[in-house]
T-cell receptor, first 114, second 114 residues
């Protein structure tokens, strides 16, 4: 079954703790993205990676870190420096075909800070 | 630069009534346009997309959208709402080239009244 897997689905964190959100894909897409979703604000880009061992900051990268050691995996770490981490986090991959860049989304992880 | 405006953060319709969700875009180059749907606590699913050619685009679940260049609009419609259509809908725009190039609107939450 091809697709994008995000785990865990729900995650609870105490203040001051780092947590890592997993994103795995078997679609063989080169580019992967992390978005944060808050009510009424749509999707905001955290980080993206177009190729293994390379990634770029998005609009709201402060307090987050990523790695891209394998094509299939793009984990996101929410550090203690992120002051308001409670949100829904979405991972996406990107397919390029005929000049069209099309994104596909995972099921999301809901992070709650206690 | 590209941007999207979705008019109305909440839309309510009666079951069986017409669904109309509005999206206006801004783009300095010919755009690619997308509509995504998100059910509670799930990722985004592509409903339909406009690239080139026919301006009336049909998608899944009976939805369609019409690209109107003169009005810079890409409104989403469905002739008859079903209870299962209740979800959040996102319009997005990208340019012809370049990754990290998908800009989302803030979303419209559709409620279907029985």
């Amino acid at each position: 079954d091809g697709g994008i897997t995000q785990s865990p689905k729900y995650l609870f964190r105490k203040e001051g703790q780092n947590v890592t959100l997993s994103c795995e894909q078997n679609l063989n897409h080169d580019a992967m993205y992390w978005y944060r979703q808050d009510p009424g604000q749509g999707l905001r880009l955290i980080y993206y990676s177009q190729i293994v061992n390379d990634f770029q900051k998005g609009d709201i990268a402060e307090g987050y870190s990523v790695s891209r050691e394998k094509k299939e995996s793009f984990p996101l770490t929410v550090t203690s420096a992120q002051k308001n981490p409670t949100a829904f986090y979405l991972c996406a991959t990107e397919r390029v075909a005929g000049g069209l860049y099309e994104q596909f989304f995972g099921p999301g992880t809901r992070l709650t800070v206690l | 630069a590209q941007s999207v405006t979705q008019l109305g953060s909440h839309v309510s319709v009666s079951e069986g009534a017409l669904v109309l969700l509005r999206c206006n875009y801004s783009s300095s180059v010919p755009p690619y346009l997308f509509w995504y749907v998100q059910y509670p606590n799930q990722g985004l699913q592509l409903l339909l997309k406009y690239t080139t050619g026919a301006t009336l685009v049909k998608g899944i679940n009976g939805f369609e959208a019409e690209f109107k260049k003169s009005e810079t609009s890409f409104h989403l419609t469905k002739p008859s709402a079903h209870m299962s259509d209740a979800a959040e809908y996102f319009c997005a725009v990208s340019a012809l080239t370049g990754a990290n190039n998908l800009f989302f609107g803030t979303g419209t939450r559709l409620t279907v009244i029985p």
